[in-house]
């Protein structure tokens, strides 16, 4: 089966880093993609992995190895608004998204 | 002006009723989808349609029925409403299907509840 897996819940300090891990099982894989969800909204889009390596955009980076199948999401200096759940999902070689559970991320003053 | 409109954002309904579940995007998009959030906040994709043809279909009960008038428009029509249909429900469209770098812009969800 094809499958995403991310941890259910963490919690973090406002101002601090947290990193986010995806691990995931596809059949092949055409890109990965990170959106964050505010409770009781729409999934918007962060960032796009497809080769190895950081890709840094602002406060958020996330990062792709796709030789371990991993990628985690990196958030700087972090902010209460940042409290949201963060879905990982992940391309196949049908160009299907599987999509992971997502992390509901806490931030905490 | 909002890029992906669904409506209504809210349904209540009894079991057994028929419902719909409208959307629109402004975006020149190709592709549309309908994906199911239920309480365990899994995204499940239900259906997909690029330029008003049906490209995806995944194992979704018959009583429920997409329709696109056009490649701005997808409709989600709902037959004989169960207890488990109750999640949110989203509309979202990309430039096109069959890529690996397909963003998706969501619509803000529509909660229907099957009392």
């Known amino acids: 089966g094809q499958n995403i897996d991310q941890p259910t819940e963490m919690t973090a300090t406002e101002g601090a880093i947290v990193q986010i891990n995806c691990t995931y099982q596809t059949s092949g894989f055409n890109g990965l993609f990170w959106y964050q969800q505010h409770a009781g909204e729409a999934p918007t889009f962060l960032s796009y992995?497809?080769l190895d390596g950081l890709e840094e955009k602002g406060r958020f980076s996330s990062f792709l190895s796709r030789s371990k199948g991993y990628s985690y999401l990196l958030l700087k200096e972090l902010q209460m608004k940042d409290s949201a759940s963060y879905l990982c999902a992940v391309t196949n070689s049908n160009y299907q998204l599987i999509w992971g559970a997502g992390t509901k991320l806490i931030i905490k003053p | 002006d909002t890029a992906v409109s669904q409506t209504p954002k809210y349904l209540v309904t009894q079991m057994g009723n028929d419902k719909s579940i409208k959307c629109e995007q402004n975006l020149g998009h190709d592709t549309m989808y309908w994906y199911k959030q239920d309480s365990k906040k899994f995204l499940k994709i239900m259906f997909s349609y690029n330029n008003k043809e049906l490209i995806i279909n995944e194992t979704v009960p018959n009583r429920f029925s997409p329709k696109s008038p056009d490649k701005a428009h997808l409709n989600l029509h709902i037959n004989s409403l169960e207890l488990g249909d109750s999640a949110v429900y989203f509309c979202?469209?990309?430039?096109?299907?069959?890529?690996?770098?397909?963003?998706?812009?969501f619509g803000a969800g529509s909660r229907l509840t099957v009392l």
């Open positions: 979202a469209s990309s430039l096109a299907g069959f890529s690996g770098a397909n963003v998706l812009t």
């Open positions: 992995n497809v």
